[in-house]
């Protein structure tokens, strides 16, 4: 990903790229979803779950660990609501780096805290939220020895903003609207710089409107004040305090885009029939962008013949536990015999 698009990052010859082959993630068009609202625009999902460990966030990390091997720090750090961590973890294990990461204590989906400890992070349970993990990995990084990989860091906003280029490649301009979900507010951040960015550059000649969904428990921005314990069931946005607010809310107001919010119930069945209607299986967080469509279309928000592109942020099965329980479904067990199996699947 840095050497597609080194012309546009902040790196030199000399840098030492560390990548697994992040980016170029599939950009897939559901008309399926479309016909099911009843509507009439054309619609396109930026699979992110297919990075290699199945979020955005490595494009910002291969550029945040890269820039940290090349000033010669020792220890990647930082506070994660999952995916950073997952991410930091792999990218430093690929640096040779060490890593520390910082979770809310039992509040991380199953397969992101296997994923820290599979790549061997040390791993702490903090016994508060993101925002309070955040606050101390602040005071760590100011030790020389230690690069922190939240997107406070610059290299992870200039990494995130390649996922436009790509939108904008594959559809040979940009969109007229883009949704997705918002949490720490890095990636609208990123995804509105990288427009652009490639509009100046000639390589796109419009720009969409951004529009960044939150979930109703942990809606600070839409809300105007932080939230002291924000709650939701997409554990990836469950942020009260935005490093990237002021950024957020530029990138909406410039584009004359939105920031909103909807309910657990509507990001639950938003996944559900992303995964039923267009067989894409994402994390809860990433179906807030799913569920904001479903809400825009139905309040007249989306103009007849739009282009639109929803990113859709994390893999669905970095969050197991969930997508069991909103499946709304359950195995059979049945004896192994045909008769056992003709009753029931009701064919007997
Ligand atoms: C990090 C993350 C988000 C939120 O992105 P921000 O840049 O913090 O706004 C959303 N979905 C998933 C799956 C994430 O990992």
Redesign the pocket.
């Known amino acids: 990903m840095i050497r597609r698009y080194r012309s546009f990052l902040p790196v030199s010859d000399d840098t030492p790229v560390v990548s697994l082959n992040e980016g170029g993630t599939p950009l897939i068009e559901t008309p399926e979803i479309v016909s099911a609202l009843g509507g009439d625009f054309q619609l396109f999902v930026k699979y992110?779950?297919l990075n290699p460990t199945a979020?955005?966030?490595d494009r910002g990390m291969t550029l945040a660990v890269s820039k940290a091997v090349e000033r010669g720090a020792r220890i990647v750090v930082c506070a994660s609501?999952?995916?950073?961590s997952a991410s930091a973890a792999a990218y430093a294990a690929r640096a040779g780096m060490r890593c520390l990461v910082l979770i809310p204590e039992g509040k991380i989906a199953f397969g992101k805290m296997a994923q820290a400890l599979i790549h061997g992070a040390l791993t702490l349970e903090v016994r508060g939220n993101f925002d309070d993990a955040l606050e101390i990995v602040r005071e760590l990084g100011k030790r020389d020895d230690i690069e922190v990989v939240n997107?406070i860091n610059p290299y992870r906003i200039q990494g995130?903003k390649t996922a436009s280029f790509e939108v904008c490649d594959s559809l040979g301009e940009a969109p007229d609207m883009h949704f997705?979900?918002?949490?720490?507010?890095?990636?609208?951040?990123?995804y509105w710089m990288g427009y652009k960015e490639y509009r100046d550059a000639g390589n796109c000649s419009k720009l969409p409107r951004m529009m960044?969904w939150q979930a109703e428990g942990a809606a600070p921005i839409v809300r105007g004040t932080p939230i002291e314990s924000p709650e939701t069931v997409?554990s990836?946005?469950r942020?009260g305090n935005?490093?990237?607010w002021e950024h957020?809310v530029n990138a909406a107001s410039e584009s004359s885009g939105a920031i909103d919010m909807v309910s657990d119930e509507e990001i639950l069945d938003a996944q559900r029939m992303l995964a039923r209607t267009a067989g894409i299986f994402?994390?809860p967080?990433?179906a807030?962008g799913i569920a904001g469509i479903v809400k825009c279309h139905t309040g007249g928000g989306i103009p007849n013949g739009s282009t639109v592109v929803v990113t859709?942020?994390?893999h669905g099965l970095?969050d197991p536990d969930v997508a069991v329980e909103n499946s709304r479904a359950e195995s059979i067990i049945v004896d192994a015999d045909m008769d056992s199996v003709l009753v029931a699947i009701g064919l007997d």
Request: proline share 5%; charged share 10%.
């Open positions: 992110e779950g979020s955005f966030k609501t999952g995916n950073t997107s995130q997705l979900p918002v949490g720490n507010a890095g990636n609208i951040t990123a960044g997409a990836a946005i942020i935005p490093s990237s957020a994402v994390e967080a990433s807030a859709v942020t994390g970095k």
